[in-house]
């Protein structure tokens, strides 16, 4: 007793001292935590908690090598005390070592093998790291020590996942599948599953096997009456596994009666009808059973679907609650599909179209899903009776009439049926055929009935979106087109005034900020474009879905400072995604919902192969190298940080996912104006080709920076051909003749790229707002910078070849080096004077101001390629350097030194940076020229269609926009002129 009492006198001192780590670290006062540590460790050299918990106070000071050493010496003394192991994991998780986390563990579960919660922390440790094979074996040894179920299946999981991971197929249904049925098999057998999520499991590995005859069985079956966690949930894992089968009879009896219970749900309807079909080609017919009145009756013809449909929406009708949509969609969606099979004398059973589109707009005009939901069935309207069918729903409607006076509804639901017809007259082609004048006065009496709208919206919540801005949105619709169609700059500037304010009347209308991040985009102003994206809150998935509309200009109109934080932003998200839906896995095995865990896998995986994270992953290094360095030791450092490898593409081409929502925006479009699948993947091929040639300049980048690494201190520069010198060249590393190598092949392919983009056409505008934005990729070829930067990585590639072939036999090369300066510079002297059109000009009496928003673009891709060359050119003097010391050492040497000349190619390269930092001078004198040109404008001229409201605040309103457009331009040529500064110095240094 006293010897325990002693113990635990110990174990309470050791609580005491260290609690004052543990409040320090609370507080974030990391500095603290370690003196308490410190002090601890005086008294007590033994109680390794005190170092772990120093550890994680060293990390959080970011000492981070000290603070790994400082786990290390304690992970090797192999803790088995709880308190330990835990600072322990917390270090080692903050560290992003998993592997660290499981050895701790590792090494418990030696000393203690019997321990349950060692097992389980080991068991979840291989989770975060995806070692699925040990989750197995871990599983087991869990399930051994404390026989429980859910230990039992997380093994099982573990083969599942194994299953579901591995590349070679025949190994998956052929061993870990069949394993993981016959482990399920036996607990069943024993009646020892007890939980519906093992059941889902057992579902799960028959269904990946294609056993649907087996799963079914198990659903009929007892085990079957434990899946109860959705609303008759046994009924619909029957209906999925007979459409498995193929079983149509049975899949449309089960769907039937699922419909009977709940007529609703769309997803049922599209079964159902599809085995509807299936059975009608298969030439099915009732038999005595099947006219019985059971639930399970099938309704395998024509007929007798039509006769189920009307008797859901017969029921529905008499109910006296609120009207479900569901029956009255699903009528329509039989009626299109008999009509796409020609079978019209069917169709007729059911009515006409019109007829059945105008009881659905009766019924449900007032909702804002109704167009949304009546759009899939406009095609079986006629041509002829598109007009007549619009203007008997607006009549249908009874708006007041009254003489020279605008009709506007009298409430709010009268306000959605008129929006809904005035959505479905554009998207049916009918405001196509009005004229100009037409379509102005349409715009004016929009705007008019938003501003009388928005009565009926005047006790909603400032979070809500008012009900009458699909007014609105539509005016700006048809101003796009217009503007599309005319390119007026005035258009602009009247759609960015309507939807200003429009936002200050409804703040949370996220439509209206995304609209006007694209057209702000168009006049090439960011800045406002940030503010509006700031204030929308876009957050976690939406960085990913929705960030295309935003992070693509804000490199490309010069925003350069924010953009780093921009882009940084949104990588956090992608780089938190790892560890997020590991927790998410990880709770899905304590809660035992294992049907989830393939799903979060997928969708991690979907993350990391967002073609969103690649282009901001590239697009963020570059701009780390535009923007931080300023000599070539930087750009060895930064390139170390960045892990970047040449001659690997990491990037996987082929799996790449398009994550953006291009449907986020309300369209009313007519047909021919939608957006398509086909224009989407279009969309989608063309950035995948410029994020390629992007990839392909920063790769370039990296090789010659590699390229032109320091000699290691036992090796002198060469400047002869002596074989020696080259096999040095392998010591302490890599061959640097690899980098050369590796950079003449992305040389090679950066040309194939470009031409093989030359040789496509061009992506078509598409005349929506909805539509993807185009890539920045006419604008970089048109300016030349692939041939600017192809031929200044070759100059890089001949100056690496006379520091390893030697300057003795290297006229070649030194003409090579020439000729590719001579290119450079009659090419940038080219861009330069084509460039001559300015951002802005002020206008006259008869012509209205003009903004190209295009100039902008150029001139930062310009700014931008003379950077990556004064980069190259920094590294280029790190292998001449040495060259030209070494000449001039052997010159002093000799006796007759004047009779020495230095090779041409140390003149040409003090030539060709002289003549670099000249055009760099006259790059940034037009820059500040800009500044002059923009201010000089004067938009108080243009002609713009006001409200007649509204006519001096629309006025004052062109001014203010113009304001923010102008501050804008402002700000980007001032960021991007200063970083032309700053590479102007760097080049200035650059001697030999």
């Known amino acids: 007793v006293r010897s325990k009492m002693a113990a635990r006198g110990h174990v309470d001192v050791s609580e005491r001292r260290l609690r004052p780590i543990y409040d320090a670290l609370d507080a974030s006062n990391n500095k603290k935590a370690i003196q308490e540590a410190d002090k601890v460790l005086r008294k007590q050299k033994d109680l390794i908690c005190a170092k772990a918990l120093k550890a994680i106070a060293l990390l959080r000071s970011s000492r981070r090598q000290e603070a790994l050493l400082m786990a290390a010496e304690v992970a090797a003394q192999e803790p088995i005390e709880e308190a330990t192991l835990q600072a322990l994991t917390i270090c080692y998780r903050e560290m992003e070592r998993g592997d660290l986390v499981a050895k701790i563990y590792e090494n418990a579960v030696k000393k203690v093998p019997q321990s349950e919660e060692f097992l389980s922390h080991l068991f979840m440790a291989y989770v975060r790291l995806g070692e699925y094979k040990k989750q197995q074996q871990t599983g087991m040894a869990l399930y051994k020590v404390a026989p429980k179920n859910p230990y039992y299946f997380w093994s099982v999981m573990s083969i599942v996942m194994q299953a579901l991971t591995s590349e070679d197929e025949k190994l998956s249904q052929k061993m870990f599948l069949p394993l993981a049925e016959r482990m399920v098999e036996k607990m069943a057998k024993d009646t020892k599953i007890e939980a519906e999520a093992e059941v889902r499991l057992y579902l799960m590995i028959l269904e990946q096997q294609k056993?649907?005859?087996?799963?079914?069985?198990?659903?009929?079956?007892?085990?079957?009456?434990?899946?109860?966690?959705?609303?008759?949930?046994?009924?619909?894992?029957?209906?999925?596994?007979?459409i498995q089968l193929e079983d149509w009879p049975k899949a449309n009896a089960k769907y039937r009666k699922l419909l009977l219970i709940n007529p609703d749900n769309w997803l049922w309807y599209v079964h159902y009808l599809n085995s509807l079909f299936h059975l009608v080609d298969a030439g099915w017919t009732p038999s005595e059973d099947d006219e019985s009145s059971s639930d399970d009756v099938v309704t395998g013809t024509v007929d007798m679907a039509i006769a189920f449909v009307q008797e859901i929406v017969d029921k529905e009708l008499k109910n006296g609650k609120r009207l479900q949509r569901g029956p009255f969609l699903a009528k329509m969606e039989l009626l299109k599909r008999l009509l796409e099979r020609g079978n019209q004398e069917a169709a007729e059973k059911i009515g006409q179209p019109v007829d059945l589109l105008k009881d659905y707009f009766g019924k449900f005009g007032d909702k804002p899903c109704c167009f949304m939901d009546m759009r899939p069935y406009l095609r079986m309207l006629k041509e002829d009776d598109c007009a007549k069918f619009v203007e008997e729903l607006q009549t249908s409607i009874g708006l007041p009439q009254e003489e020279g006076k605008l009709s506007l509804p009298p409430d709010g639901r009268a306000m959605q049926r008129h929006i809904c017809c005035l959505g479905l007259a554009r998207h049916l082609g009918l405001q196509e055929q009005l004229t100009e004048d037409s379509r102005d006065e349409l715009v004016q009496d929009l705007l008019r009935r938003h501003q009388h709208g928005l009565q009926f919206g005047?006790?909603?919540?400032?979070?809500?979106?008012?009900?009458?801005?699909?007014?609105?949105?539509?005016?700006?619709?048809?101003?796009?087109?217009?503007?599309?169609?005319?390119?007026?700059?005035s258009l602009l500037f009247e759609m960015i005034i309507m939807l200003e304010e429009g936002v200050a009347c409804s703040p949370s209308n996220a439509q209206y900020k995304l609209i006007l991040i694209r057209l702000y985009s168009l006049l090439g102003a960011f800045e406002p474009c940030k503010k509006l994206y700031d204030n929308m809150e876009i957050k976690h998935i939406q960085q990913d879905t929705l960030g295309y509309f935003y992070s693509r200009y804000a490199v490309g109109l010069g925003y350069l400072t924010p953009a780093c934080?921009?882009?940084?932003?949104?990588?956090?998200?992608?780089?938190?995604?790892?560890?997020?839906?590991?927790?998410?896995?990880?709770?899905?095995?304590?809660?035992?919902?294992?049907?989830?865990?393939?799903?979060?896998?997928?969708?991690?995986?979907?993350?990391?192969?967002?073609?969103?994270?690649?282009?901001?992953?590239?697009?963020?290094?570059?701009?780390?190298?535009?923007?931080?360095?300023?000599?070539?030791?930087?750009?060895?450092?930064?390139?170390?940080?960045?892990?970047?490898?040449?001659?690997?593409?990491?990037?996987?081409?082929?799996?790449?996912?398009?994550?953006?929502?291009?449907?986020?925006?309300?369209?009313?479009?007519?047909?021919?104006?939608?957006?398509?699948?086909q224009h989407i993947e279009q969309s989608f091929y063309?950035?995948?080709?410029?994020?390629?040639?992007?990839?392909?300049?920063?790769?370039?980048?990296?090789?010659?920076?590699?390229?032109?690494?320091?000699?290691?201190?036992?090796?002198?520069?060469?400047?002869?051909?002596?074989?020696?010198?080259?096999?040095?060249?392998?010591?302490?590393?890599?061959?640097?003749?690899?980098?050369?190598?590796?950079?003449?092949?992305?040389?090679?392919?950066?040309?194939?790229?470009?031409?093989?983009?030359?040789?496509?056409?061009?992506?078509?505008?598409?005349?929506?707002?909805?539509?993807?934005?185009?890539?920045?990729?006419?604008?970089?070829?048109?300016?030349?910078?692939?041939?600017?930067?192809?031929?200044?990585?070759?100059?890089?590639?001949?100056?690496?070849?006379?520091?390893?072939?030697?300057?003795?036999?290297?006229?070649?090369?030194?003409?090579?080096?020439?000729?590719?300066?001579?290119?450079?510079?009659?090419?940038?002297?080219y861009v330069l004077d084509s460039m001559g059109t300015t951002l802005a000009t002020p206008g006259t009496a008869g012509s209205p101001p003009q903004v190209y928003p295009q100039v902008l673009e150029g001139l930062v891709l310009l700014v931008e390629t003379l950077c990556l060359m004064t980069l190259v050119t920094s590294q280029c003097q790190v292998m001449l350097k040495p060259m030209k010391a070494t000449l001039t050492k052997k010159k002093r040497k000799k006796k007759n030194p004047a009779s020495t000349v230095l090779p041409q190619v140390f003149h040409d390269y003090k030539t060709f940076v002289e003549s670099l930092v000249q055009f760099g001078e006259k790059l940034h004198k037009s820059l500040e020229e800009v500044d002059t040109a923009i201010t000089a404008v004067d938009v108080s001229t243009m002609e713009i269609n006001q409200a007649q409201e509204h006519t001096e605040k629309d006025v004052l309103s062109v001014v203010s926009v113009w304001r923010t457009v102008k501050d804008s331009y402002q700000i980007s040529v001032g960021e991007i002129s200063e970083v032309l500064k700053r590479k102007l110095q760097f080049l200035k240094t650059i001697r030999l």
């Open 211 to 242: 056993k649907y005859k087996e799963a079914l069985e198990v659903v009929v079956g007892p085990l079957g009456s434990k899946l109860i966690s959705e609303i008759e949930l046994r009924s619909l894992k029957q209906a999925e596994l007979f």
């Open 458 to 489: 005047k006790d909603l919540l400032p979070t809500d979106v008012q009900p009458s801005d699909s007014y609105l949105l539509m005016a700006v619709h048809i101003k796009y087109t217009d503007y599309q169609r005319t390119e007026k700059l």
């Open 565 to 677: 934080a921009i882009l940084s932003t949104m990588l956090k998200f992608f780089s938190a995604n790892h560890k997020d839906t590991t927790e998410y896995i990880i709770a899905a095995y304590k809660y035992g919902s294992f049907h989830k865990i393939p799903e979060i896998i997928s969708f991690r995986e979907r993350l990391n192969l967002s073609y969103n994270y690649s282009s901001l992953a590239v697009e963020r290094m570059l701009l780390d190298f535009i923007m931080e360095t300023t000599n070539p030791e930087q750009m060895r450092e930064l390139l170390e940080y960045m892990e970047i490898a040449p001659e690997k593409d990491e990037i996987k081409w082929d799996l790449l996912k398009d994550n953006r929502d291009l449907t986020v925006l309300s369209s009313w479009e007519p047909r021919e104006r939608e957006l398509t699948d």
């Open 686 to 829: 063309h950035d995948k080709q410029w994020l390629r040639l992007r990839s392909l300049v920063l790769r370039a980048l990296a090789a010659v920076i590699l390229m032109s690494q320091p000699a290691p201190a036992d090796r002198q520069p060469s400047v002869d051909t002596d074989p020696s010198h080259k096999q040095d060249a392998s010591k302490n590393g890599e061959s640097l003749v690899d980098h050369g190598d590796t950079l003449i092949s992305l040389i090679l392919e950066i040309n194939a790229h470009v031409q093989d983009v030359e040789c496509q056409p061009s992506l078509e505008s598409m005349c929506l707002l909805s539509g993807p934005p185009p890539t920045r990729m006419k604008v970089y070829l048109d300016g030349q910078h692939h041939i600017l930067l192809t031929s200044i990585f070759q100059v890089a590639v001949d100056v690496h070849s006379l520091e390893t072939n030697g300057l003795d036999q290297s006229q070649e090369f030194q003409e090579r080096i020439a000729k590719n300066f001579d290119c450079i510079l009659k090419t940038f002297e």
